[in-house]
């Protein structure tokens, strides 16, 4: 704190004196309210700024007396007497600490944002209302109430009513001169006079206030404040009087069933509000500084011990004085340190000063301090959220005010929550993607809970019959058990309404283990595989390409594992085409298969050493030649295309243009769609004979059976791969694809005889 109070001196001098000039009379209403002596708020006002602020985590919290408590305390000193009370606060103090250890504070993480926010929006327009009899000199209600309903029978909104009978003109003009002095300063006279920031806009208000005041006494005196309007701080006759006025805690209590009773409650809510605060107050830090809840568990359970000690109220973070704080510029901790000190400095030294200020000049500065908190603007930017976010806000908002602050964030809570369950029936458990077709992907998330049940069976009741499904738990950390099955109760339903299911790695119920992580290949997997067994990789690769599905991989580890050394399964031949990257359709990963491409998916002398070098040295067990539909060079070559270099490229694929046509009839040969097709198949069919027929070694490998050369074809509008096997040319090209990527029934006849197999 120290190490930093240079650079931030003047900012945090300015706050900490704003902080000391709201506290004061707070923390002697919250306590007359309680029924305790003035002095005890003041007391646990003086130990949340000189001791707990600077072990706490919270950079701009300030503790003190909460209004929470009041109705708490007074039942507890009413039937155990003041000294027996504080032997409560400092037991409340040790359950705190105790649950600090315990990590309770992660209680905090689970209050929703629209409730925060709305809790600030309702604080704030409480602090308004509450400040408008004030203002007037209405002061029946005591400074620090937060509750709708209050002790005299009267609420909120009937003080409103209740103040019009007694409203001082004093009061008026001192309210008005102070917030027209505040306004000016804050607004436009430090801004224009730099040099006057350290001077609090609040603290020239309670100066404007105190000397209209006194001029009023000197020339109006029937305007005049006096007596239950003004601040009243107990004054001694000596500073040395004040340790008459400390209480101790009753020991002798200690066996009283009832002491623990009311420990036990002052310890939750007092956590609970403190909790609260702590989130309301890292929302409203500038710099977005996170307070460590667990922490300041403990940390307030000691404020609560030392209070307790000595004759103070239960302490909690607090939200008014916290906004106040921050609105006036804090930086450090050390603005909550200089309020603390200045409390002390005016109970032991200038009481009868401080007892001047009038409640009606306080109460222009609470206004604006209300109104920070409830700006407009915040209702559009909840609504601008969305209406799972706005109508938690308002329910939270609406409860605040109409009732107290423990009761709203329970309205508030308990409408977010529905809130959570509708957003989360009709939002999505998964990330849904529809393919071409009727295919439907579904792909779970990382947590899947009973929450989800309703929204899983719905979606998967309304698939058609006939369709095609994929659930893809690979992302999934945790599924519940009611998820897991319904899924294996689909699996029956799927067959008897002809879907096709495909499950990928569903791995069982509750948490779950990772999915098993795929490696690079090494010398050993790579000489266990045949030429066939390859080819069924490649086959289920592009099975789960279709199907929107990926081998779990950690490419930074397959990095490392291929460092020493390469061993690839398979070499591919395949057209510069940037939709036909062949580890993408093949699902595959680093150091699995070599991959050569050129427009066309053409051999030359250059890939045929590069096969020879792959097979023969490198140890891969299948070549293959892969075209695609649609090809562009395939067009360029029917339709003659000439441009310098490329003109010889598009030369190496006339013989399958020549054949196309030659096996087509005229008619169909008109159709470029469907010749194109038929010379791409083509093509990829002399490219393999080629390869066998100018590679002497690598035909040899092949008759010996240590590797295989087949030819594919890619479909660009479905990413089916179609692989022709042990085929002769003049056949092949006799089989076709149409758009869907299902084989036609001209393909349908052919397939058996050509073994022909469609993934």
């Known amino acids: 704190m120290f190490s930093s109070l240079p650079k931030n001196f003047k900012d945090d001098i300015s706050a900490g004196i704003a902080v000391f000039l709201v506290a004061v009379p707070l923390s002697l209403g919250i306590a007359m309210a309680s029924g305790a002596p003035p002095l005890s708020g003041l007391t646990t006002g003086i130990i949340g700024g000189l001791l707990v602020s600077q072990i706490s985590g919270s950079t701009l919290g300030i503790s003190g007396t909460a209004a929470g408590l009041t109705v708490i305390i007074l039942s507890a000193i009413q039937q155990l007497g003041f000294n027996a009370f504080l032997l409560t606060v400092v037991l409340a103090g040790l359950i705190q600490v105790a649950m600090g250890i315990l990590r309770a504070g992660v209680i905090a993480y689970y209050f929703p944002s629209s409730v925060i926010n709305g809790m600030l929006f309702g604080i704030g327009t409480i602090l308004f209302l509450k400040q408008i009899p004030h203002a007037v000199g209405y002061d029946r209600d005591y400074e620090g109430d937060e509750t709708f309903f209050q002790s005299d029978q009267y609420s909120s909104f009937s003080e409103l009513s209740h103040m019009l009978g007694s409203i001082s003109p004093g009061a008026v003009l001192i309210s008005s001169l102070s917030l027209a002095s505040l306004l000016a300063w804050e607004f436009w006279i430090k801004k224009k006079y730099p040099g006057l920031r350290l001077m609090q806009g609040g603290l020239v208000a309670l100066l404007v206030g105190v000397a209209a005041n006194v001029l009023l006494e000197k020339f109006y005196p029937a305007w005049a404040l006096s007596g239950s309007h003004l601040v009243t701080i107990p004054v001694f006759e000596h500073p040395a ?121 306080l109460a222009s500065v609470l206004l604006l301090a209300g109104y920070r908190l409830a700006r407009p603007q915040k209702f559009e930017n909840m609504y601008l959220a969305g209406l799972y976010h706005f109508i938690p806000f308002c329910a939270t908002v609406l409860g605040l005010v109409l009732t107290d602050l423990l009761t709203g964030i329970a309205i508030g809570m308990t409408i977010a929550l529905l809130a959570i369950l509708i957003e989360n029936y009709r939002g999505s458990f998964y990330m849904r993607e529809t393919q071409i077709g009727n295919k439907t992907v579904l792909r779970l998330s990382e947590q899947v809970s009973f929450l989800n049940k309703a929204n899983v069976q719905r979606t998967l009741k309304q698939l058609p019959p006939g369709s095609e499904i994929v659930i893809d738990a690979t992302r999934s950390k945790f599924i519940d058990y009611d998820i897991y099955e319904i899924i294996q109760n689909f699996r029956s339903e799927a067959q008897i309404k002809n879907i096709k299911l495909t499950v990928e790695n569903l791995r069982g119920f509750g948490t779950l283990p990772p999915p098993e992580m795929i490696r690079a290949q090494t010398y050993d997997s790579q000489q266990s595989l045949t030429p066939a067994e390859v080819l069924a990789i490649l086959r289920e690769g592009n099975e789960r390409f279709v199907n929107n599905l990926k081998s779990n991989r950690n490419l930074l580890e397959q990095v490392n594992d291929t460092r020493k050394g390469q061993f690839p399964i398979a070499i591919i031949l395949s057209c510069i085409d940037s939709r036909t990257s062949v580890e993408l359709i093949f699902d595959l990963g680093l150091g699995d298969v070599f991959s050569a491409r050129v427009a066309g998916n053409i051999v030359n002398d250059d890939i045929l050493g590069s096969m020879e070098f792959a097979c023969k040295l490198a140890g891969s067990k299948l070549i293959v030649v892969l075209g695609h539909s649609l090809c562009g060079a395939i067009k360029g070559a029917c339709a003659d295309v000439e441009l310098e270099h490329l003109t010889g490229l598009l030369q190496k694929i006339k013989p399958a243009v020549h054949a196309a046509r030659e096996e087509l009839s005229e008619e169909t040969a008109e159709d470029k769609t469907l010749l194109v097709q038929r010379v791409a198949e083509r093509n990829v069919q002399l490219t393999v004979e080629q390869i066998r027929k100018q590679s002497p070694l690598l035909e040899a490998m092949e008759k010996a059976g240590q590797i295989d050369i087949v030819g594919g074809m890619y479909d660009v509008e479905t990413g089916h791969v179609e692989f022709y096997t042990d085929t002769p040319p003049e056949q092949a090209c006799c089989s076709h694809t149409d758009a869907g990527g299902t084989v036609s029934d001209k393909t349908a006849a052919a397939a058996p005889a050509l073994g022909k197999s469609a993934v």
């Open 241 to 361: 009087d004040i340790f008459s006025q400390i209480y101790f805690p009753d020991y002798s209590r200690l066996f009283d069933p009832k002491i623990y009773w009311f420990a036990l409650t002052i310890a939750l809510v007092a956590s609970l509000e403190t909790l609260l605060a702590v989130e309301a107050v890292d929302k409203l830090d500038p710099y977005k500084r996170i307070t460590p809840t667990s922490r300041e568990l403990i940390v307030q359970g000691i404020g609560n011990i030392c209070a307790g000690f000595i004759g103070g109220l239960p302490m909690t973070q607090l939200i008014i004085r916290s906004s106040v704080n921050i609105e006036s510029g804090a930086k450090t901790r050390a603005a909550s340190f200089i309020h603390g000190l200045l409390l002390l400095f005016t109970v032991l030294f200038i009481p009868a000063v401080f007892n001047l200020v009038p409640l009606a000049s």
